[in-house]
């Protein structure tokens, strides 16, 4: 059996125009012999309006609940995707979480996909019908409706995809695929091709906002090759699949800014063995994440300073935190919002010596100083003034030729 995943995000199915086009594309595939199975986001909007509404009832509202209703967007876009489709004369019908069942375990709204029960939908795609699937969401073995948190419809495309066997998994979205940087930033930004698991998942995590990290995860480990492409335009779109499928000789594949960094500096604090770990620990247990970390040791060994970075919205908790922390001595404590983090991902830096140095000398040769940096196999990430983020994109993409 030929199947193929199609999911369509928010603004895809925003409209009723919009969803009239989608049906198009899912008629198209169904016409070239696929077994279609669609997944539905809700309409774009929807899910951030239900939350609202779920908040000025109560800051506590019930998790159980907010799961309940937070899901029931995807339930109309699914209605109305299906009802086109059967106006076009084709057999359709939506398909809700727990009538599959998609089941999930677990915390609600944040819940994970462990089985799907595939009999019905199988069942379905030999009778030629084309089953419209809620994204988003699943039941748990208590048979509560549950949700999978940001980026959750496309989890469970990625998820349906494995355990349907799918021959292809495209993400319909607003844009025309994956860019070497935000074209909203620079305008000499390029659709990249393909590229690997690993560079995506560096690029979400980093600030692109086409796929949320866990989604390129989940394809990643599941080995599903996703198709990112736009719903409005028919063009290519970028191929997300293993390194091993990849054949190109650029170094470097994208770059990613993220502007919502605040930097946290403790000067003179009193060195000794866990010390670090005791600044960070109440930051963990607060759910303060922390990112970039320097440390430098005075001469005397002493005392030490110490660097990290955090996101713009904890920085008064973070604050707050350090000091109230009884266990660390410091002399000075620095605070700054005005930072932006910029990183050069890419598999090719691996084998690729110098990558460091011109990425350091094309800022350089801007007048850009580079405060903090932080490395990982096929990641490069520093952080500068955030007034020179625009132009640290511009020099780093072209001193790696992306524009190209």
């Not at 607003?174 to 659709?191: C, F, R, S």
């Not at 198709?227 to 063009?235: D, L, P």
């Not at 008064?316 to 000075?332: A, D, Q």
Request: aromatic letters at 6%; a positive charge; one cysteine or more.
């Amino acid at each position: 059996m030929k199947i193929v995943v199609l999911k369509f995000g928010g603004t895809s199915v925003g409209t009723i125009e919009k969803i009239k086009k989608v049906a198009k594309i899912i008629g198209d595939y169904k016409k070239n012999r696929y077994k279609v199975i669609v997944v539905s986001s809700a309409m774009s909007g929807v899910t951030n309006e239900l939350i609202k509404k779920s908040n000025q009832l109560s800051e506590n509202f019930s998790e159980t609940e907010y799961d309940v209703l937070v899901s029931s967007g995807e339930q109309v876009a699914c209605s109305l995707i299906a009802g086109r489709l059967n106006h076009n004369g084709l057999k359709s019908r939506s398909w809700l979480g727990w009538q599959i069942p998609i089941i999930t375990n677990g915390p609600n709204k944040n819940s994970r996909i462990q089985q799907i029960n595939k009999k019905k939908i199988i069942d379905y795609l030999k009778k030629g019908g084309i089953p419209i699937i809620a994204g988003f969401q699943g039941v748990n073995n208590n048979e509560r409706i549950t949700t999978i948190g940001r980026g959750g419809s496309d989890a469970s495309a990625i998820m349906i995809a494995k355990f349907f066997k799918a021959q292809r998994c495209i993400i319909y979205t607003d844009v025309e695929g994956i860019y070497t940087t935000d074209p909203n930033k620079l305008k000499t930004a390029k659709k990249i091709k393909v590229i690997s698991y690993e560079e995506m998942l560096e690029m979400a995590s980093l600030g692109a906002k086409v796929m949320q990290p866990v989604s390129i995860q989940d394809a990643r480990l599941n080995r599903i090759d996703i198709e990112v492409k736009s719903s409005f335009k028919k063009k290519s779109g970028t191929l997300i699949t293993k390194k091993s499928h990849i054949l190109n000789n650029r170094i470097i594949t994208g770059i990613s800014s993220t502007q919502n960094d605040a930097k946290v500096t403790l000067i003179g604090v009193k060195d000794r063995p866990g010390v670090a770990a005791s600044i960070f620990k109440p930051l963990s247990e607060k759910m303060v994440n922390v990112d970039m970390v320097v440390q430098n040791i005075s001469a005397n060994g002493k005392e030490t300073d110490l660097t990290f970075t955090i996101k713009r919205e904890y920085l008064n908790k973070t604050k707050k935190i350090i000091k109230g922390n009884k266990n660390i001595n410091f002399r000075k404590l620095i605070l700054n919002k005005g930072v932006s983090k910029i990183s050069v991902i890419g598999v090719g830096m691996i084998t690729t010596p110098g990558v460091t140095f011109r990425m350091f000398q094309a800022l350089a040769n801007k007048k850009i100083n580079i405060q903090v940096i932080s490395t990982s196999e096929i990641k490069i990430s520093v952080l500068i003034d955030k007034k020179d983020t625009k132009k640290g994109l511009l020099a780093l993409h072209s001193e790696f030729k992306l524009d190209k």
